[in-house]
């Protein structure tokens, strides 16, 4: 069975840094497209950047200052947070391609945690 369980999200202040995770279990990370997601409230849920084979990429938005990698040994997917914002409050949620290619297939969900970045 298919599960994805997010930690590390928390309240920091702007400029602040957080690193969360994303442990995985049911099958392996580095064999599918992962990706972390966010929802602001209001707002519609957004791709903040995924991870394939050979390849990264990024939102515009977090560019430069987001990382995303997976340790293999601990079948964990990471999102490493920089220089933070309090336009970067959301819900992150860590997601899996049902491929391992990202642009086929669908999202399977982790439930979610929240980051708030105050001012």
């Known amino acids: 069975q298919v599960q994805l369980v997010e930690s590390g999200g928390g309240s920091v202040q702007a400029g602040g840094s957080l690193t969360l995770s994303c442990a995985a279990s049911g099958f392996t990370v580095s064999s599918y497209c992962m990706g972390w997601f966010r929802q602001a409230p209001g707002k519609e849920r957004e791709g903040v950047a995924r991870i394939g084979f050979g390849f990264t990429s990024y939102a515009d938005s977090v560019k430069g200052r987001f990382t995303i990698s997976q340790d293999k040994a601990k079948n964990t997917l990471y999102l490493q947070m920089n220089s933070l914002k309090p336009e970067d409050t959301a819900v992150y949620y860590c997601?899996?391609?049902?491929?391992?290619?990202?642009?086929?297939?669908?999202?399977?969900w982790g439930q979610g945690t929240q980051v708030t970045v105050s001012s």
């Open positions: 997601a899996k391609r049902t491929t391992w290619d990202c642009n086929s297939g669908s999202w399977v």
